[in-house]
C-alpha cells in the first residue's frame, strides 16, 4: 500500500510563511509528477502547483512568485514554501503524487489525507 502523509499546515497571519511537506511511503517503484491542491470551503478543488520528477515547476497564477514547491527524489517528499501568505490562501492542502508501484505497472494517482491553512489576523 501507498500512502502520502502531509505535514505543516497551521494557523499564520497575514503577510507570514509557512512549509508544508508531504511523504509517500509504502511500495514505491518510482514516482512521477507531484504537486499540491487546495479546497476552500464551497470551491473546487485547485492545482496550487506541481513538479515534475526532473524538477520542471508550474504554479497556479495566484501563487506565482509567493510559493515554491520543490521535491527531494531520494526522500520521496514534496514541499510546498508559502510566503506573502494572505488570508484568500485559507484552504484544505492536498499532495498529489503519481506512483508506480512495480516496474510495468500503470502510473496511479495517490492523495493525502489534507492539512489545513488558515491564513488570519
Known amino acids: 500500500q501507498v500512502q502520502l502523509v502531509e505535514s505543516g499546515g497551521d494557523l499564520v497571519q497575514p503577510g507570514g510563511s509557512l512549509r508544508l511537506s508531504c511523504a509517500a511511503s509504502?511500495?514505491?517503484?518510482?514516482?512521477?509528477?507531484m504537486g499540491w491542491y487546495r479546497q476552500a470551503p464551497g470551491k473546487q478543488r485547485e492545482l496550487v502547483a506541481s513538479?515534475?520528477?526532473?524538477?520542471?515547476?508550474n504554479y497556479a497564477a495566484s501563487v506565482k512568485d509567493r510559493f515554491t514547491i520543490s521535491r527531494d527524489n531520494a526522500k520521496n517528499t514534496v514541499y510546498l514554501q508559502m510566503n506573502s501568505l494572505k488570508p484568500e490562501d485559507t484552504a484544505v492542502y492536498y499532495c498529489?503524487?503519481?506512483?508506480?508501484?512495480?516496474?510495468?505497472?500503470?502510473?496511479?494517482?495517490?492523495w493525502g489525507q489534507g492539512t489545513q491553512v488558515t491564513v488570519s489576523s
Open positions: 509504502g511500495s514505491i517503484y518510482t514516482i512521477n509528477n
Open positions: 513538479i515534475t520528477r526532473g524538477g520542471s515547476t
Open positions: 498529489n503524487a503519481e506512483i508506480r508501484i512495480k516496474v510495468l505497472s500503470t502510473l496511479k494517482d495517490y
